[in-house]
C-alpha cells in the first residue's frame, strides 16, 4: 500500500481518499476487524465512513466554496478541550502506518482514534483510555495534509 500523494486540495485529498478506501476495502476491514473489541464494532463500518465522506464531497460541490469541516475524518486535526479544563489536545487522525503518537498522530483503528473519528464539531464525547475516561468536547476540525494524513 503505497500512501504517498503530493499536496492537494482538501475535496481532491478526500476522492483519493475514497478511492484509496475502495482499493484496499478488505485490508482495512481486517484491520478494524482485529483491532476493534467486539462490544466497541460497528456493523458496517467502512461504508458508513465512506458514505459520510461522500455527503461532504457533495456539499463540496453544491458550494462555491469549501465547506468547513464538521466531522472528523481521516487526514483531519481534531483540537480536542478537555471538559471542565482548559487544556486542549490535538490528534491528527492518519492511517496505521502513519501513526506516531509521540507528535500527536494517531491511526484512526487506535482506540481514541476509533473514538473520535465521525465526531462532530462541538459535540461532548467520553473518550476511554487504560487510566479511565476523559470527558472532551470537539472543538475544532481542519484539514490536515501532511501526504496522505
Known amino acids: 500500500m503505497n500512501h504517498s500523494l503530493p499536496a492537494l486540495t482538501e ?3 478526500f476522492i483519493k481518499h475514497l478511492t484509496f478506501i475502495d482499493e484496499n476495502y478488505q485490508d482495512l476491514n481486517s484491520l478494524y476487524l482485529s483491532s476493534t473489541p467486539l462490544k ?3 456493523r458496517d463500518f467502512l461504508s458508513i465512513y465512506v458514505s459520510e465522506v461522500e455527503q461532504y464531497i457533495a456539499l463540496c460541490n453544491q458550494a462555491t466554496a469549501i465547506q468547513p469541516l464538521r466531522k472528523v475524518f481521516i487526514g483531519t486535526k481534531v483540537t ?3 471538559d471542565g479544563e482548559d487544556d486542549r ?3 491528527h487522525i492518519c492511517l496505521p502506518e502513519q501513526s506516531d503518537p509521540d507528535n500527536g498522530r494517531i491511526s484512526f483503528l487506535s482506540p481514541v482514534g476509533r ?3 465521525l465526531k462532530n464539531l ?3 464525547t467520553s473518550l476511554i483510555i487504560p487510566s479511565g475516561q476523559l470527558d472532551v468536547v470537539i472543538e475544532n476540525i481542519s484539514y490536515w ?3 496522505t494524513g
Open 11 to 13: 475535496k481532491e485529498y
Open 40 to 42: 466497541e464494532r460497528k
Open 80 to 82: 480536542v478541550i478537555f
Open 89 to 91: 489536545e490535538d490528534y
Open 115 to 117: 473514538q473520535l473519528l
Open 122 to 124: 462541538g459535540e461532548q
Open 145 to 147: 495534509d501532511k501526504g
